[in-house]
């Protein structure tokens, strides 16, 4: 999460995209889960690794796996073909930094926000809440996230195996529990006696030893990757380089991941000092620590804002003019700077929305706005893709099978109507929407099956 009006303001991002063939409707609550033979016939295919759009390739898929890709496949015996030539073909979208459990009023405060999800909402309501956003993702051609805490006690956990176990239609989830966070959490103002409330929803940390604990009680309840918080902005406190090594190192035995929510430019370099992985905001970074960060190979996460999304909020936040949107945009600013001269130093990118603030309207597709933020930064279109697929992909460990199209990789497999390359809103025309080899938005029964193995083609876009 965020701390102050601007970094929560930068968080919101709503209104999700259903995607089907000619009218738009609802997912199903439950897809059953496609194992058979599919072909789908690509007009167009972009690359993530090299970032270069390609012309018509064939895509075979088969047990939730891409089995082969070529310009033109002999079709298998009682394959579906799915017509897709009137459209650009695309890794499934990554969502490297997401709060699907969590959802805050603008015109609440952090504190009042999150002891209202605590106290009054709970674990459980919470999961719920989370399995209806979690399928505005899907919806928007976002088929994995990596949701980093603010999930209550491992509700993300829960949300997770639901949606794993054919339960719930949703993202593929990389979940990582309770954030480990220094007294408080990102509470501001909680009263002592009252602290319990910010343990219940932050993993308090209180030394070094503690700290490995932390990491070893978050794997053994089901996280796949621990969030930290450097410093816990708004409140004042910070773990100290200790206590992050302590995590770092406990986490590498155990075979995962850090992510640290860093926002002051001391923040980000104590935790790249400390081994993590990826700096989530990093809202303030000198141009030493950002070469720090490329000699560690650490990622940035910029969890931005576009002035779609930043009208949006204060729409709903009550405080729309045109003079506090312009202020709202001559802030950003500096965002679009610190991501400039991080692309310029070699970091790698890593893209994530941060989207927790309610804005009426599903998250899915705001959350997806975030790739505006970045281009409209000057990042090429072709980087933010890769930003949103590769680069992600190997945040998550999952190079290989996730973020591209290619033999051996999951079935994850998005359309869009246009070419995002030179048409940048083509994103926000998704078509079709495959996760595992399963079709939940685009392709019905209008698609052909051919028994001689010859295809027969079915335009069941539009």
């Not at 579906?80 to 969590?102: C, E, K, N, S």
């Not at 956990?157 to 239609?169: E, F």
């Not at 279109?381 to 996730?402: C, H, I, K, P, S």
């Amino acid at each position: 999460m965020r701390a102050g009006s601007l970094d929560r303001a930068a968080l919101a991002l709503c209104a999700a995209l259903a995607v089907t063939v000619v009218q738009p409707a609802p997912l199903a609550a439950q897809t059953p889960r496609d194992t058979g033979a599919i072909v789908l016939r690509a007009g167009r295919m972009f690359d993530s690794e090299s970032g270069a759009l390609l012309g018509r390739r064939d895509i075979l898929v088969r047990n939730g796996a891409i089995v082969q890709v070529a310009e033109d496949l002999a079709i298998p015996a009682n394959a579906r073909v799915i017509d897709l030539r009137g459209f650009t073909v695309m890794p499934g979208l990554i969502d490297a930094h997401t709060h699907l459990l969590y959802l805050e009023n603008p015109k609440g405060t952090l504190t009042s926000e999150g002891v209202k999800a605590v106290v009054e909402e709970g674990t459980a309501l919470r999961a719920l809440h989370g399995a209806a956003r979690a399928r505005t993702f899907l919806a928007a051609g976002i088929t994995t996230v990596r949701d980093l805490g603010n999930a209550g006690r491992f509700g993300d956990v829960a949300l997770r195996r639901a949606i794993q176990d054919g339960s719930l239609d949703g993202p593929r989830m990389f979940v990582s529990g309770p954030g480990l966070s220094p007294v408080g959490g990102q509470f501001p103002g909680l009263l002592p006696e009252h602290q319990a409330i910010a343990a219940d929803e932050y993993r308090i940390i209180r030394n070094a030893q503690d700290a490995a604990d932390a990491v070893r009680e978050n794997i053994t309840f089901g996280a796949q990757l621990i969030k930290i918080y450097s410093n816990n902005t708004p409140n004042p406190s910070a773990l100290s380089s200790e206590e992050m090594r302590a995590i770092v190192e406990t986490a590498r035995v155990m075979g995962v991941r850090v992510a640290a929510h860093a926002t002051s430019d001391a923040a980000v370099w104590r935790a790249a000092q400390a081994g993590v992985h990826s700096i989530e905001h990093g809202y303030q970074i000198a141009d030493s620590t950002l070469a720090l960060m490329k000699e560690r190979g650490v990622a940035l996460v910029p969890t931005d804002l576009d002035s779609v999304s930043a009208e949006r909020y204060l729409r709903q936040a009550g405080t729309y003019s045109t003079e506090n949107l312009r202020n709202f945009l001559r802030q950003a600013t500096s965002l679009q700077d610190r991501l400039r001269r991080a692309i310029r130093a070699g970091v790698t990118i890593a893209a994530g929305s941060d989207n927790y603030i309610d804005m009426g309207t599903p998250q899915g597709e705001s959350a997806r706005r975030v790739y505006f933020a970045y281009h409209a930064a000057g990042m090429p279109a072709a980087q933010v893709l890769q930003a949103a697929t590769f680069n992600n992909a190997r945040l998550l460990g999952m190079e290989g099978r996730l973020g591209v199209i290619k033999a051996g990789a999951l079935a994850d497999i998005i359309a869009v109507e246009g070419d995002p390359l030179t048409d940048f809103n083509a994103l926000e025309r998704v078509r079709f929407v495959m996760k595992g080899g399963t079709i939940y938005a685009g392709a019905g029964a209008r698609s052909s099956t051919s028994p001689e193995g010859n295809e027969r083609p079915s335009h069941v876009m539009r």
